[in-house]
T-cell receptor, first 117, second 112 residues
Framework: DARVTQTPRHKVTEMGQEVTMRCQPI?????VFWYRQTMMQGLELLAY????????DSGMPKDRFSAEMPDATLATLKIQPSEPRDSAVYFC???????????????FGPGTRLTVL | KQEVTQIPAALSVPEGENLVLNCSFT??????LQWFRQDPGKGLTSLLL?????REQTSGRLNASLDKSSGRSTLYIAASQPGDSATYLC???????????FGKGTHLIIQP
């Protein structure tokens, strides 16, 4: 049963602490996305990778957020230092791009619910 | 910048009714439109993907259409069931970017 997995599922931390969220994309998928969902803003794209290379991180606050793909089976999103306004659900999604087509389906993980006190 | 709007924001109907959820987008250069379902406290489940060369997709009781010229997509749910109660999200990709732009969703309640 191929699915995107994310850890941890829940994280409560104090302001100023470092937070690391992890994602394992569906095996064989070459494009990985990070999204954030809040009540006020809904779902927003933070960053995404193709073949482990970052293509767009314009949605991410650069001073405190960083996203990496150490290998094809792991994507990480770090927040340092965390702030209460970072409280949200963070979703990872993956998809497979074949050839020149940009038309592909994205599959989402269960999310990491982050609370920063 | 792509903007996606979904109406209504909430909908409550009796079981068995057919219903339509609406989604509109501002950039006709959209090349993917995806409908998702989200249950409370859960992740997103992909329901249907419509590519720009397609006009509609069907899966079971669900049918989604895409009209790029008018900037609209609809999700039709036939013979609604209480288990269909969830938030339905519409999202589009386009303009040279792969990331999805989401609407705020329609919160659907099917009354038994």
């Amino acid at each position: 049963d191929a699915r995107v997995t994310q850890t941890p599922r829940h994280k409560v931390t104090e302001m100023g602490q470092e937070v690391t969220m992890r994602c394992q994309p569906i095996l064989g998928h070459n494009t990985v996305f990070w999204y954030r969902q809040t009540m006020m803003q809904g779902l927003e794209l933070l960053a995404y990778f193709r073949n482990r290379a970052p293509l767009d991180d314009s949605g991410m606050p650069k001073d405190r957020f960083s996203a990496e793909m150490p290998d094809a089976t792991l994507a990480t999103l770090k927040i340092q230092p965390s702030e209460p306004r970072d409280s949200a659900v963070y979703f990872c999604a993956s998809g497979l791009v074949v050839g020149d087509t940009d038309r592909y389906e994205q599959f989402f993980g269960p999310g990491t619910r982050l609370t920063v006190l | 910048k792509q903007e996606v709007t979904q109406i209504p924001a909430a909908l409550s109907v009796p079981e068995g009714e057919n219903l339509v959820l609406n989604c509109s987008f501002t950039d006709s250069a959209i090349y993917n439109l995806q409908w998702f379902r989200q249950d409370p406290g859960k992740g997103l489940t992909s329901l249907l993907l419509i590519q720009s060369s397609q006009r509609e997709q069907t899966s079971g009781r669900l049918n989604a259409s895409l009209d790029k010229s008018s900037g609209r997509s609809t999700l039709y749910i036939a013979a609604s069931q209480p288990g269909d109660s969830a938030t339905y999200l519409c999202a589009g990709a386009g303009g040279g970017a792969d990331g999805l732009t989401f609407g705020k969703g329609t919160h659907l309640i099917i009354q038994p």
